[in-house]
């Protein structure tokens, strides 16, 4: 590669000012081993100027990792160690592109945050509901490219259930689309659920379009301490299969280590106010005799963000799915290990963990743990814990697994996005 003749390039596409060589990443961003590695970072500022940034890479047969917030820049593999690589931020495609608020949708480039995108979409009384971890730093893009979820996912769905039109950059600097800005696509082949969960290894996504709901009048949460994990797991999934329509229920014992039920309430004040009753009740009845407490918006923001696992103690943290029937036995078996932070999703049978120490062990003692059929997925994972055995950090290969190759091969033939960072190191 002639280095000097490729950031020339580079600059051309984007402008000079817009290229840096090494990488060049938020202060606050968990730092992963290799991104002091990257051989420059390039910010475009356009879907043509993404364009030509794919263009100079592949002639020049360098790879690109395409990045919002840098949030989850620690999870997963580190790139192919074979081919120089670039940092491509979104930060200036951040622009709100479309709304159309008697449609429900919107469309606006990724490089936007969550919390920017709502301050618009609040003068309507409308949201996207979504409620990733940190969504003043998360972007729309990484959100996507991610399939991020939060606290919500049970009464609003993923990213990949909201997401209805895109276009992306792929291969030889070409542009694909998919859906549309209504909220009925039904013709052809379902590019936005391609692109949704692929981690940046298919293309560089450069406009997104979401349906968007009504914001509800009221927002409650409700809170009460068990003696332990598993009493707040049985009596959230009992919760759950009432049927009274919660947001979400959880079983942690984030941020202090004391075991709590918290229980998301939206809706009109006359519904929440009969669902509180309802619960509350439901709560007596299964022995509860801790007093109902509200979570203020900060508390419940805070147990949220605490998912994204930046915290500099936080060495191991993963996310496991299993059958929310399987919950309580697992969630005892986990609540077990010292120095373990638990945020379990009774209604969706997932289980977000985190070690404050270095616990080395712990992570083939999880491993062991799981009940058949559930899956593991370390989203953090220190080079000294990781060592050399990290083949699974995104969990067991399904059956399947040999569509996502040829997908990655047919899309990605040069594999120029993200090379070996995802699931089976495509």
């Avoid at 895109?166 to 549309?180: H, M, N, Q, S």
């Avoid at 040999?402 to 090379?419: I, M």
Wanted: aromatic share 6%; proline share 8%.
């Amino acid at each position: 590669m002639d280095t000097q003749s490729f950031m020339a390039a580079l600059e051309a596409a984007v402008g000079r000012e817009n290229v840096r060589a090494g990488a060049a990443l938020p202060p606050e961003v968990v730092k992963a081993d290799w991104e002091g590695k990257a051989l420059a970072t390039v910010a475009p500022g356009s879907a043509a100027e993404v364009a030509g940034v794919v263009r100079a890479a592949e002639e020049a047969g360098a790879a690109l990792i395409p990045f919002g917030g840098g949030t989850q820049l620690h999870t997963g593999y580190p790139p192919r160690p074979d081919r120089p690589f670039l940092l491509l931020p979104t930060a200036r495609m951040s622009r709100l592109l479309d709304y159309q608020p008697d449609d429900m949708t919107v469309t606006c480039e990724p490089g936007m945050t969550l919390v920017a995108l709502d301050k618009v979409l609040a003068d309507r009384r409308q949201f996207l509901p979504l409620d990733p971890p940190l969504p003043d730093k998360a972007t729309l893009g990484g959100i996507v490219s991610t399939n991020t979820t939060g606290f919500w996912r049970p009464a609003y769905g993923s990213p990949r259930d909201l997401l209805i039109g895109l276009r992306a950059v792929l291969t030889g600097g070409e542009e694909v689309k998919g859906g549309g800005k209504v909220v009925k696509n039904v013709a052809g082949y379902d590019v936005c659920k391609l692109f949704t969960g692929a981690w940046g290894t298919l293309g560089v996504l450069t406009e997104l379009t979401f349906k968007v709901r009504p914001l509800p009048e009221t927002e409650r949460v409700l809170a009460w301490e068990t003696p332990d994990l598993v009493t707040a797991a049985t009596l959230g999934l009992k919760m759950h299969a009432a049927r009274l329509a919660a947001t979400y229920v959880l079983a942690t014992n984030e941020p202090e280590g004391r075991p709590h039920l918290a229980l998301g309430l939206q809706g009109t004040a006359a519904r929440v106010e009969w669902q509180v009753l309802q619960f509350t009740r439901m709560a007596v009845e299964n022995g509860i005799s801790a007093p109902v407490v509200e979570l203020t918006p900060d508390q419940i923001r805070d147990l949220r963000d605490r998912q994204a696992r930046l915290a500099p103690d936080t060495s191991i943290a993963g996310r496991i799915a299993c059958l929310p029937t399987d919950l309580p036995d697992l969630v005892r078996a986990l609540e077990a290990q010292p120095y373990c932070l638990l945020t379990a999703h009774c209604a969706t049978g997932t289980i977000s963990l985190a070690a404050t120490i270095r616990v080395p062990s712990l992570v083939p003692k999880v491993r062991a743990m799981l009940p058949p059929n559930a899956n593991l997925v370390w989203t953090r994972l220190d080079k000294e814990i990781a060592g050399s055995e990290d083949a699974d950090r995104w969990g067991a290969r399904q059956e399947e697994f040999f569509l996502q190759e040829a997908l990655k091969r047919a899309l990605d033939p040069k594999g120029t996005f993200s090379p070996g960072r995802f699931l089976g190191r495509i």
